[in-house]
């Protein structure tokens, strides 16, 4: 079982140009694609989280399941679903605007006990960054990684939500130790600072950087570097493609038996590069359509 610990949440997708362009309604939040990808992977998936009890928190809830991922520890509340409006760039990069005030996800609590059979738990993006959650879900993240489970971290940097970018990137020094495999994009690479010698030398077994359209690179604690390019595709937006590659790095080291510090260490040059090969095909598969619609595993083969 691999639980995806964050937010969920219902991005406003412009169907147009301009910025009154009509929106439509889609489930996102970084955790919550995650966990979809995830279960259309095949992957057993769980996620926690704290959700709504709105309209847009019974679809959110809806999507996993249809997604075959378990939502009995999912959290609820009266409080309103948080919205994040997309703009999306003419080459199809998204950046996002969040209504955050007062909603669901901001109250998340650490739960009594991760689900039976726990392999790895995922973190990351807006649920680290907002208060009083955020600290609860740093707290499981440090219990999690404490009892020997494989952590994930991709802190899916929004800077806007980011009141105090110094203490932001001290916390997240922090996190290190109790993360086994950490992913980023190039793009929070630069604005967190520090690179990827000096975040394994804090904690981490592997660092993964992705670089949009040109592909992938791991580094891993023995100083190997491992880069695929990525796959070519007409690219409708890229929401939801950093997502899709947590999900396929999870699920193919899930396939591999590698959840462990010992289990990256022992991948080699052939692991990693066909690792990453299907994550870069599992996130060109998102970005050739329309919002966070990660693969399925008939989509792509073997992982």
Known sequence: ????AGEALI???????????DLKPA?????????????????????CSRTSRDAFGEALLDGLRRAGVDVSGVQRGGEPTTLAVATVGA??????SFYVDGTADRLF??????????RAV??????LVLEPGASAYEELMRTAAGAGVFTALDPNIRAGLIPDADAYRARFRGWLPSVTLLKLSEED?????????????????????????????????DGAVHTVPGEKVAVVDTIGAG?????????????????????????????????????????????????????????????
């Open 122 to 127: 995922s973190f990351g993006t807006c649920s």
């Open 243 to 303: 997502d899709t590659v947590n999900a396929a790095l999870l699920h193919g080291l899930a396939a591999r038996d590698a959840l462990s510090p010992e289990g990256l260490a022992g991948l080699g040059a052939a692991g990693w590069t066909a690792l990453l090969r299907f994550a870069a095909r599992a996130a060109a598969v998102t970005c050739s359509r329309a919002g966070a619609e990660p693969p399925y595993a008939s989509e792509l083969g073997e992982a």
């Open 1 to 4: 079982m691999i639980v995806v």
């Open 189 to 221: 690479a630069r604005w967190l600072g520090g690179s990827p010698r000096e975040w394994l030398a804090a904690g981490p077994s592997a660092v993964v950087v992705t670089h949009g359209g040109d592909g992938l690179t791991a580094h891993t604690r």
């Open 109 to 118: 609590s650490v739960p009594a006990a991760l689900p039976a059979g726990t």
């Open 91 to 96: 080459d199809g990069s998204a950046a996002y």
């Open 27 to 47: 489930l996102g939040g970084g955790p919550y694609n995650t966990a979809v990808a995830l279960g259309r992977l095949g992957s057993p998936a769980a996620f």
């Open 11 to 21: 991005d406003l997708v412009p169907q147009g140009a301009g910025a009154l362009a």
